[in-house]
Each structure stands twice: as structure tokens, then as C-alpha cells.
């Protein structure tokens, strides 16, 4: 979408959003106390699932904007993949990574409505990320923003939306009938030359000025340095009923990298960067040769908002333009507009430009994953454990065009979510995170930025519940000031304003840029 | 041997045809058109013709190859409201409603951002002289030749007219259009603005043909306009076509004593109308049109 666009859309959505409809709760199912376990089970179980969420061909393709293309088919499967872990005390989190343009509230909560009393998994214990593909559906947002802006298709589809929460759901179910003793082990390693800021001209307005980290490679432009390469990684090897030895099933890693190489003029589903990395690391650990291997690597998205892949130019697609349209304007008719598409031979070169690149950067970060995965079969614990909630969930407040006379009324259960303070919580409102505890006493910290979109956020902020990691010597969290919200389009409409980097900790958390989940911390 | 090597070559150019026909994007071909319009004044050329309450309803049929098309059509104007002596009328006193048809043929060929049209176009008047319209006398013929260019923020566009029947005249115009904004979500619309000025080159009365019609009083410029336009794409049917409202409104600034002429004994030196319509296309283009 072209800035112009992106910042007329921003400023009509925020104020329809202001103009429309009251505020109501969005609510969904707490998870139910956990059961105590059988005796001699004190370790760390982990189970995994995995959900085709391919739709059918026809729906809009999400992400980028008006361009967006109607889907004619696919080219790689969408998946749903999920992590269950088990803390000897029961506490269960499931972490899903979905091969999806953005984050849903209202799927989020459909999906633990249905998984809260089948597996001990509500809302405050289910994590939804999204890689960001912009070739995957929409449709499926609690913001009609979102379904009717977010390609060329209009439209809410409960369907879909119901079609994806059992989808979602049958994999968390088949992740809990997968627990079985497990090690995880957390690592990192730093991976320069796949990613790169995204708005040069607006990081450059940051004060203090941005500056690489010590290890950034001279050789690459500044461009590529001022990112945080970090590639973050939790395996999990699970323990064999049979033979008692532990074998590696998967992992769950974080990278900041904007989650899509397709093209704009794409139209094949398609689960992009990601979805080759992911399957990259699970054909490394299931060597089989199966069309779907038995290993599961959920590659969720770091804080990747400005954060593009290193695509070339000539993979980007020109817009549209408004342009007359020509045949049958005869001597005594009156012009008529159209928005002119780019001459099909020129999309067909950013397209393919597009997919040489996905691949290149796709199987380069998969190849890293695999270096990471490797690296850590020496780490692995089995003694690992989950951190209590130390807030309540408190759902986020949305607005509802049932409730506001005189907006749109539809089936879509809501316009605008806003996101809600956490009580007492002295994070702010931007952002929460859970901790993932070792027995070494050493706290790894996973922070999952709960976006609830709203009239400011799910313009600037993406919607997407996304995930970042912190290092493991983090600043007391009252002043931890890292975000893990995608600030693109923030910066696009407000370049003078100082901003974070993504991915790495930066200065300033728009308290507009993302809503509040909930927060663990270490027993 | 000469005739059927004529024939042969003649084959041989209609398969060639036929086969850079065949290879032409199916939504790049026929196209059909359909105009209806309401408006308080007719203005053609920069000449009031009709005020009043006017409907023109406009078809047009074409079939594009790669950059060329071809199309043809028929512009019809009728006058709704019952018309005073004095008043502005193709119509007069006679009873019906009809004014004028307008049959127009085109070539048009598009190089890149460049367009290039040619067409003829017949002007036939149906109000009789004796009930104070304009009468079959005023029937005419002109060609016309335009050159034009479409870029992402004005598209200008120079016509040369030449009444090649009763008024014996060229008439150049010289237009151009700025898309203002265009709504990029379904349904879209579009706000444009258009400017124009006419010059009158031969089109006013010549002594030496005292039988011509004559269209303006004198060369040189007959009037200046300006116009807003909103389109608003109500309908868009994929593999279909779409429907479109329009509504523009026109001022213009009459610098020629013919188009300052509002009615017996009238004068207007500014005039402003208003026109609101809709349009639907069929097919070609519009099938995939966004």
C-alpha cells in the first residue's frame, strides 16, 4: 500500500472508530484450575499439534491493503502449529504460531471457548501468534477495518472464522494427547543479513541516534546493522513411551522479520518465509520424507513491523493508479475512473523476482534453524518450570456494531476492540509477558505482545498477537521499555515522533500501539 | 494467376488476423456501454443547445485488439419539460420530446501512455424548424482527430473537429482531468477535476459561403470550463462489468457571442450546470475493472 494510502486509511478508520459504537466485554473462558498431577510425574511434559488451515480458493488475501489479491489456489499449505507445555504443578500454556496475515481477538477467544474444558487451555493460557503471511486469508477479524481493508475482497466470513477456531482447536486438542515428558532447552544465535529496517528515514529520527550493536558485520549496509538479529529458540525433546530415551519433536523460535517475500500481485495461498523455514527444521528433525513430517518447529513472529526481508527491489510490485478508463470513451461520454492494475508482464516479474527471494531467504533462515536446534541438544532440561499468573486476565473492552445505533450493523461481533489497562499492572498498557523459569534459576523470559486491535492499534500496531524475546539480563519490568508491536505503519503517519526499533529494545512504547494480555512470573 | 494470388495473400493476411486476434487477453475484448444522464442544460462544444430538464442516454459498442479499438455509438437527447418560446430548445414546439441523435464511429490506438483517436460523428436534429427547433436543416457531419496522454496526475487531451457538411469548419479543444482522489476499498469512488477551452477556427460565418451554417460568431476562443466530477462504483460484477453514479457539476465562462446566446434575447457570459447519471459497462475491460 502506498504511504498516502496507508495514512488516509489509518485516519478514516481511526475515526469511524471514534465515531461508532459503545464499548462492551469481549469475554472468553479462564482455564480451570489445573488438576493435580500423578506421583512421579514431576517433570516437564510438552505435546504438539498441527492443523491444516488452508481455506478454499477465493477468499482475499490479507496484508496488503487494496492490493490484495483474490486467492486462485495455493502454492505452500497453511498450518496451525501447536506447543503444548506442562509444568510439573499442571499449569498448561499452549503457544500456536498460524500461517496467518494478522492476529484475531475473536479467534483467539472462539478458539479457547472451545478448548478450555476439553484441555485445561482458556484464554489466559493460550497464546495465538501469526507469522504475518500477506498470502493468507482475511475475514476472520473481530474489526471490520480489518475485513473489509485488508485486501481487495470485502468481508467478515464466519465461516471461516469458525472453520479456523476448530481447526486451531483440534490441533491444541491433539498437542494435549501428545504430553509426554520432556527437555527444552533455550538458545539464541545471531543471524545478520536476512532482515533489515524497513523506514531507514523514520529510525533515523530516534534520539539518541540508533546505533549496530558491536557485532553487526561492517560489510553490510546500516540498513541490515540496526536491526536485533536475534533468532531465538526453545526445543523440546520428547521422551519415547517405548524405549524411555528422550528424540527431538520440535521447536518454538522467534525472529523479527516481516513475515511476508510474496509479492502484492500474488494469488496462491501461501504460508511464505516462514512456512519454508518452519519446514526447513521439522524435514532436518523428521528425515522421513513424509509430506508432513512428524516434527513441529512453530516459527513465530518477533517484533517484525519494520523489520523487512532482505527482498530486492524488483520484487515489489508498482500500484495501481488512477487512470481513465479508455475503452468505449467515446467523443460525447464523460470520463470515468478506474484503479489501472500493472501490465500483467510486470507482475509476473515482481512475482517471480518475490519468490526467488522467499526461497533464498526462507531456506537461509531454515538452514540457521537448523545450526540453532543442533546447537542446543546439549542444554536440554527436564526440570524446567511454568511461572504462576501473577495478573488475572482481563478481557479486552470492544465495541460492538449491535450496540451502535446508527453504524454498520452486521454479524461482525465487533468494530473496534480496544485494549484495557491491566489492573495494578506497572507495565503500562503496552505490553505483557509470561516467564519461562529454569531450575538453573536462570529466568528466560518469553514477552507476548497481546494486540488487541482497536481503532489506533490495529491500523498502527498490525492486531497480531505477537511474540519477542528479551535477553535473559532484563531491566526490572517497570522500566523495561521494549515492545514487540509492529510499528510500521506508527512511523508512516508519524515520522517525527521518536520511536522504537523492532526487535530491539527501544525508547518509546506508544501507549496506542498495542492492548494488554497477561503476565507470568517465576514462582 | 494474378486474382488467385490476390486471394491467397488476402487468406493468408485474414489468418494472420485471426490467429493475433486469438492471442489477445480475453478481457481486453468486446465491451458495450451504457449512459443514462440528467442535466438542467445541454452544452456541446461550448454552446448551450437545451436548458431545461435534459436526459441523454448514450449506447456504445467496441472491440479492442491489444492497443487499438474500435467503437461506435449513439448519443440521444431528449428535453423533459414543456418549452417557452424564448427558451434554449432542439425541440421547439413539436411533439415529442426527442432533440437530436448523435451516431458517432471511432478508431482509437493506444502507444503506452499516448492515445491517438479518429472518428466521424453524425449529428442529426429531430425538432421541426417551423415549431422553433432545430430541424433537419441544421443536420451536419464532422471528423475529428485527438491526441492525448494519460499520466498519474493529468490527462490532457487535444481534439481538432472539422464540420466536413453544413458548417464547413475546424474547432479545436483542448481538455485535461486530474483524478483528485480515489477511494482504493470497495465500493470505490472517484473525485476528478476537468478543465477545457475551445477555439473557434473557421466555424463562424464566411461571406464567401453565404449557404454555410455557422456555429460561433467569430475565431478565436468561445468559452473556458471547469467541472467536478464524482463517480461513485455502485456495482462491480467480476467477469461481468459494473454500474457507476456520476454527478458533476460545470461552470463556464462564454467568450464567444454563440455561446453566450441563452435564449431569445438572453445573454450569458457565465452559466453553470449540474448533471447527475449512471452508467453501465459490460464486458472487456470491465469484467476485471477495479
Redo the contacts between chains.
Sequence with gaps: ?SPS?SVL?AALSAALGTACGKTFLLDGPLSPRPESRPAGTARLRAGFGRADITPPGGVGLAGN??EGRRARGYRLRLFARVMLLEDPAGNRLALVVADLPLGSALLHRRVAGLTAASDGIGLDRLFIAVTHTHSGPGHYFESGAYN??GS?V?GYSAVLVDSLAHRIAAAVHAARLDLREARAAWGSRRIWGYARIRSMPALLRNLPPPAAPADAPDSLPLEYRLIDPTFTMLRIDQRDSLTGSYRPAGAFSIFAIHGTGNASENELLDADLHGLVERRLERHIDPSGAFVPKAFHLFANGAEGDVSPAWPSQSRCAL????????????????????Q?IP?PDAAACIHAARRAVERIGNGLGDEAIKLFDSLGGALDDRSSLGAPSQPWRSARTRSPSESAGCRPSERPSWVARPTRLRGSSTGDCWDCFRWASSRERPMRVVAVATVPSASSSMLSSGVFRTAWLPEKLPPLPSSPCCGSATGLLERSRERQPRMRDGVCGRVCSKRSTGSAFRWTPR | MVEDASQMTAIRRGLWFLLWAGGT?LHAQA???F?L?TSNRYVWHGLSRAAGIVLQS?L???Y?LRGF?L?S?L?RHYELDRVSPDELSEVGNSQGRLGED?L?V?A?L?LGAV?LRS?V?RYVFRGGSPQGGGGSLGNTTET?LALGA?T?YL?PLL?AWWDVDRVRGGFLRASA?S?VF?W???P?F?I?L?GEIGLNLGQHPDPARPGDLANFSQRGLTHAGLGL?V?FRVSQRPGLGSA?L?L?LNGQLNLDDATRYNGAGRNKNVIFWLSA?V?L?LG???R???
Design positions: 500500500m494510502r486509511l491493503g487494496p473489509d481493508q481487495s470485502v495501481p493508479v488512477l487512470a481513465p478508463w479508455t475503452l468505449l470513451d467515446g467523443p460525447f461520454t464523460r470520463p470515468l475512473w478506474q484503479w492494475p500483467r | 487477453p465491451g458495450a456501454r449512459d444522464a448514450s456504445a459498442v467496441g479492442r479499438t467503437s455509438g448519443a448523435d458517432w471511432q482509437d493506444a492515445r472518428g460523428a475529428y494519460v498519474a490527462n481534439e482531468n483524478p480515489g482504493p476499498i470497495e470505490f472517484f476528478s476537468a466530477d463517480l457507476n456520476n458533476e447519471g452508467t459497462l472487456g475491460e470491465a476485471a475493472q477495479r
